[in-house]
């Protein structure tokens, strides 16, 4: 829409032609707006729909308005009709003609008169107590150009929000009903699992977002920062977007409900072996401490503790879930015995390493002193009494039981030393008290 030229002086013929042209192609312009604006699917929702908060407000602000700017229209529709009548009375307009042209095209004396609602609700004349207003064309075409951008910006903004957020949520409610049938033939139900409970919450949720996004759309409307043109801004998918992240958690959940019925034979027989492997652990722990304790003298054996009853009891307990096909409570229970019986199992050989960490110890020590004589017999010291006195007294410590780990350890160390010393003999230092004798008599 396009506004009218400033007033001035009374017009020539000339200024009068190119001033009615200009309003005749405004005004097409204008009644081509207002037909658009007429005619908008926007508006006709507006109308048809029972609107409730800030959008039930603003349409009975925009319908008034709509309804002035009709009413705008006609009274510049009839102030161009007379300023045409007068140019054409004569080719060469008079005097009188043209400043009656001029009063016409740039004075004031254009009235509109509204009905009483359209005045109460415009924006305009609300509140001022008038029921019609005298305006100039320039003025009239101004006041036309802001209540059609107003109107403009409620229709298209509403007509936006209703484009995209039922139609979407429609598909998330028609997603939520398939999830709900897939979580009813897994045993997902409400009261009975969080995901079930969590189902229903959603469901209500939509219901109650579908309708508010009906009855007041503009509620759900974020305008863009910085823009006055009609319509500027994006729906609001905040609260959509939040049930569709529930959804899709619920899914997941379901999914892996789902997972659990598929193989939750492989997985009880996965767990019972791996528990069956900690029993056995645990067994050979125990029977490996009685070991140390009448092997091993002077050590520290810690303590081993029994078979995961507590575990076994809740691997029975899955099983009788699988029997009665409770999946959405076999599922959080595998998911934690498989945790735990891992665990155990680690911890059962973890016990195990230590307890047999004292025979892990004289296991090395002999390995060490059999090496040490491997060697030396290789050097051909097999024989040498020294070297056989100290293998035989290590050995001894080492065979023996209980056997006295400390004690054993030095006695290998004696034995690696001695040997040491008869395979690398140090060598007599340079300069020594025969050397320094033998060079005196040399010299002498």
């Excluded at 939509?206 to 409307?221: C, G, H, K, M």
């Excluded at 892996?256 to 034979?265: H, P």
């Excluded at 035989?392 to 780990?405: E, F, I, N």
Aim: with cysteine; hydrophobic share 40%; charged share 30%.
């Amino acid at each position: 829409m396009g506004v009218t030229g400033p007033p001035g002086p009374v017009m020539d013929r000339d200024e009068a032609d190119r001033a009615l042209a200009r309003l005749g192609a405004e005004h097409e312009a204008i009644e081509t707006s207002l037909l658009a604006l007429q005619d908008h699917a926007g508006r006709r929702l507006l109308e048809g729909a029972e609107l409730t908060g800030s959008t039930k407000e603003r349409w009975a602000s925009a319908e008034a308005s709509i309804t002035l700017l009709w009413a705008y229209f006609d009274a510049y529709t009839d102030a161009l009709r007379s300023a045409r009548e007068i140019r054409s009375r004569r080719r060469w307009s008079s005097r009188e003609d043209l400043v009656e042209l001029t009063e016409l095209l740039r004075g004031s004396g254009i009235t509109v008169a509204g009905s009483t609602t359209a005045t109460a609700n415009a924006p305009t004349l609300a509140g001022t107590g008038k029921l019609s207003e005298r305006f100039s064309l320039a003025a009239l075409v101004d006041r036309m150009n802001g209540l059609y951008a107003a109107s403009l910006d409620m229709v298209v903004t509403a007509d936006a929000v209703w484009s995209a957020l039922p139609a979407r949520i429609d598909l998330l409610a028609a997603e939520l009903q398939r999830t709900r049938a897939l979580a009813h033939s897994v045993g997902v139900r409400p009261g009975e699992h969080p995901s079930g409970d969590d189902l229903e919450r959603i469901t209500r949720t939509l219901t109650a977002l579908r309708e508010r996004v009906v009855s007041d759309p503009l509620a759900f409307w974020v305008p863009a920062r910085g823009s006055s043109a009609p319509g500027g801004g994006r729906p609001d998918t905040t609260a959509y977007d939040r049930e569709a992240r529930a959804l899709e958690e619920v899914r997941r959940e379901i999914d892996a409900v789902l997972t659990v019925r598929q193989d939750a034979e492989a997985r009880l027989v996965k767990l019972r072996d791996v528990l069956s492997r900690a029993d056995r652990t645990l067994a050979e722990a125990r029977s490996a401490r009685g070991e140390v304790l009448a092997k091993i003298a002077a050590s520290e054996v810690p303590a081993v503790s029994g078979p995961p009853t507590a575990l076994q009891e809740q691997l029975a307990t899955a099983a009788e879930y699988r029997r009665h096909a409770q999946w959405h409570r076999l599922s959080p229970l595998l998911e934690a015995l498989e945790e735990k019986a891992e665990d155990e199992l680690l911890r059962a050989r973890e016990s195990l390493t230590a307890v047999t960490q004292p025979l892990a110890v004289r296991a090395e020590l002999r390995g060490r002193l059999d090496a040490y004589k491997a060697k030396v017999a290789r050097h051909g010291f097999a024989e040498d009494p020294f070297l056989v006195e100290r293998y035989d007294a290590a050995r001894r410590m080492l065979w023996s039981a209980p056997c006295d780990l400390r004690v054993a350890e030095e006695a290998v160390l004696r034995y690696q030393r001695a040997a040491a010393e008869l395979l690398n003999p140090p060598v007599p230092e340079q300069g020594g008290p025969h050397d320094r004798a033998d060079r005196r008599g040399t010299d002498a």
